[in-house]
């Protein structure tokens, strides 16, 4: 389905995205692959960072690892225990449930709590076993995944999924998890990790769910909520120079992100 950007723009969302690539790099920075841990490390991880930012979700990990520095005992713990624990993450009896039904689960079918042999698994296969799981759904099992495996998985969040409806890439009514779907075969497999990383930042830094910085965004060319937002009438010719002359008036030096960061 052709969207508004695809109309105003001429270009397809596919195309989108890659233009907005490197203007991402060039706002952040590239974004090389890094192993944040081993498979059950990320899935626990991405389990109490559910529903919460990632100061919660750190907070909830470092505490539950101090209680439990084994991953057999932290499967033979109470889950109730484990939620008093990790309460500072919020949802913490649900979590609490999932981390150790599939840590029980993990050590019943393989002998041990062990997610290593996933990296010599095709993609579907190794997804179809983390989405058994309670808990882990498309975006857990793609984080696991891509943190720790490296493999071309493409986990969206609400950041990602808001900037892909601000960029018109996916159409109006598009739920979050067919958002997944559309987006992953949009992004060329290589640039999934560093595109994941990308938006995410820029949804923390700039595209900010209330009041995205726009007139300081690269993106603005290619963005027609954002040229909305700016007033910038996207229906006349020379929408690209308004964009640069919007983007002249910023203060000489300053980055992107600068005043974000603050
Ligand atoms: S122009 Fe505005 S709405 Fe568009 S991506 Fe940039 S910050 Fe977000």
Redesign the pocket.
């Known amino acids: 389905m052709a969207t508004i950007s695809a109309m105003l723009h001429n270009l397809s969302p596919k195309k989108v995205l890659a233009a907005a690539d490197p203007l991402l790099v060039k706002m952040y920075g590239q974004r090389p692959w890094r192993r944040h841990g081993d498979g059950v490390e990320v899935l626990v991880r991405t389990i109490l960072s559910q529903s919460t930012n990632e100061i919660g979700g750190d907070a909830a990990y470092e505490k539950l690892r101090r209680c439990w520095p084994t991953w057999d005992g932290l499967a033979d713990a109470p889950p109730s225990v484990v939620a008093r624990v990790i309460r500072i993450g919020g949802l913490a009896r649900l979590k609490a449930g999932y981390i150790c039904g599939a840590l029980r689960k993990i050590r019943a079918e393989r002998g041990q709590i062990d997610l290593e042999f996933l990296a010599s698994l095709p993609l579907e296969e190794a997804t179809g076993y983390l989405r058994q799981f309670d808990g882990v759904g498309p975006k857990t099992a793609d984080c696991v995944l891509s943190f720790a495996f490296h493999m071309p998985t493409f986990p969206v969040d609400t950041h990602i999924f808001l900037?892909a409806r601000?960029?018109t890439v996916i159409p109006r009514g598009t739920s979050l998890e067919q958002a997944h779907e559309m987006l992953t075969g949009l992004i060329a497999p290589a640039r999934r990790y560093a595109m994941h990383k990308l938006l995410i930042e820029h949804g923390r830094q700039?595209?900010l769910a209330r009041h995205?910085?726009?007139g300081r965004?690269l993106?603005?060319e290619i963005?027609p909520?954002?040229q909305r937002?700016e007033g910038i009438s996207t229906r006349k010719p020379g929408v690209r120079q308004l964009v640069r002359r919007r983007r002249r008036r910023t203060v000489d030096g300053e980055q992107p992100g600068d005043r974000a960061k603050t």
């Open positions: 900037i601000r960029l700039l595209c995205p910085h726009c965004c993106l603005l963005c909520t954002g937002h």
